[in-house]
């Protein structure tokens, strides 16, 4: 199964640009990349996923490397209201039953005044 | 917009209770999952139901039971609430499996999330 690497936490300026790395280098040919994200006491919610090319709407962007062992979620003006945890997530396969996503401990990006 | 339901945000059970957990969605979704949220484990899967009276086992599933009638709601019933329970309850819902091969619309709705204590 793939997995994913992020950092822990990543700091970003308000109205700045917030890119956000995901390292998942075992990932196969037919597997998405999804992003979540996790806003303090509420579910997660569903941003973007791509599978080889790089994927933009009204929320974010996508950027995944040709050899798709890595993307970044790119936020282009990051508010105070995208502090929140993200996570990375590949679509994981367990025998036969392939509905599960896998979420790690994502990345907690504070997004400062 | 999909919403999912779930009707508690906060419950405080005490031991042994039996607890009943609801979640509706609004978007004739065939897919409900119910996943538990703890600090340092993430998200674990404890059901998932992708038709009325279908559920499979995620990875998680002892000391839980779902009950799926109607395509629009999926209960989580702790039989008999203990501590290590204590825990977020999160409910999502999806039009297709997730990771279905070749398909790209495979997103989860989660809900606000059930916050239970167990003393």
């Known amino acids: 199964d793939a997995k994913t690497t992020q950092p822990p936490s990543m700091d970003c300026a308000e109205g700045r640009a917030a890119n956000l790395p995901c390292n998942h280098s075992t990932i196969s040919g037919n597997e998405y990349v999804y992003w979540y994200r996790q806003i303090h006491s509420q579910g997660p919610q569903y941003i973007i996923h791509?599978?080889?090319n790089n994927e933009t709407n009204e929320m974010a962007s996508l950027i995944i490397t040709e050899d798709r062992k890595s993307s970044t979620l790119i936020l282009p003006h990051a508010t105070l209201r995208d502090t929140a945890v993200y996570y990375c997530i590949v679509r994981v396969t367990s025998g036969g039953s392939n509905y599960k996503l896998t979420f790690g401990k994502g990345t907690l990006l504070t997004v400062n005044p | 917009d999909v919403k999912v339901t779930q009707s508690s945000r906060y419950l405080v059970k005490r031991t042994g209770e039996k607890v009943f957990l609801e979640c509706v969605q609004d978007?004739?979704?065939?897919?409900m999952f119910w996943y538990r949220q703890d600090p340092g484990l993430g998200l674990r899967l404890i059901y998932f139901s992708y038709d009325v009276k279908m559920k499979e086992k995620g990875d998680i599933p002892e000391g839980y039971s779902v009950s799926r009638e109607k395509k629009e709601r999926f209960s989580l019933i702790l039989e008999s609430a203990s501590t290590n329970q204590t825990s977020m309850y999160l409910c999502a819902s999806s039009l297709t499996l997730p990771g279905m091969l070749g398909s790209g619309a495979n997103v989860l709705t989660f809900g606000a999330g059930s916050r239970l204590t167990v003393l």
């Open positions: 791509g599978l080889k």
């Open positions: 978007m004739d979704h065939e897919n």
